[in-house]
């Protein structure tokens, strides 16, 4: 079935940087989610990514879905202690089928060093 | 955001026992919900797709008559854990795709099931 590989599986890093992850797939998406989960809870929306070269920004967060529609990149920036958490990338390949369920990557562990 | 609540969010039971997790989409209606079920430091493993009047679909795998779904309304979704046994212990989440524009799909808050 489909996949998608995430990375980095966890970054650990300071407060104040910017952090970058990746989500790859060997097949196309046309939609792109970014959610972040923290402990003891569920995964919570970040972004929402519609159409392939489309940047968006919530805050300190900005997602891109790339070109091919095989990638998206989430970049946080000035990280703060409260970024702490999992981050999820999901992509789901019919935007219109409401049957169709998403594939989601491993995750990636931020944790940030006051 | 859109809203999606799950109840209990705890629950400890005996084993052989059946405990029914409940889902809603609060603010939205939601022809297709989501069952996962995630263990400690693991992704989110999809156990069925629920479409209200119809019976659920499962993935490979998940029994269905252990795993029981209920999409009795469109904000409404059930799952029932029947004769639970200690490994199926676990953080069941739900999921909700808002029927309107872009299906966009939202999460519950997940619910943690201990089976003693």
Request: aromatic letters at 10%; glycine letters at 8%; one cysteine or more.
């Amino acid at each position: 079935g489909q996949q998608l590989n995430q990375s980095p599986q966890s970054m650990f890093i300071q407060e104040g940087e910017d952090v970058s992850m990746n989500c790859t797939s060997s097949s196309i998406f046309n939609t792109w989610l970014w959610y972040k989960q923290e402990p003891g809870e569920g995964p919570v929306l970040l972004i929402a990514l519609y159409k392939a070269g489309e940047l968006t920004s919530n805050g300190r967060l900005t997602a891109q879905f790339g070109i091919t529609r095989k990638d998206s990149f989430l970049n946080i920036s000035a990280s703060i202690p409260s970024d702490v958490g999992i981050y999820f990338c999901a992509g789901q390949s019919s935007p219109y089928s409401g049957n169709t369920p998403l594939v989601f990557g491993k995750g990636t562990r931020l944790s940030v060093i006051a | 955001g859109a809203v999606v609540s799950q109840h209990p969010s705890r629950v400890i039971c005996k084993s052989g026992t059946s405990v029914k997790i409940e889902c809603r989409s609060l603010d939205f209606q939601a022809t297709t919900m989501f069952w996962y079920r995630q263990f400690p430091k693991q992704s989110l493993m999809l156990m069925a797709t629920s479409n209200e009047g119809s019976k659920a679909t499962y993935e490979q795998g998940v029994e269905k008559d252990k795993f029981l779904i209920n999409h009795a309304s469109l904000t409404l979704s059930t799952l029932t854990v029947t004769s639970a046994h200690p490994e199926d212990s676990s953080f069941y989440i739900c999921s909700a795709r808002d029927s309107r524009g872009e299906h966009t799909q939202y999460f519950g808050p997940g619910t943690r099931l201990t089976v003693l």
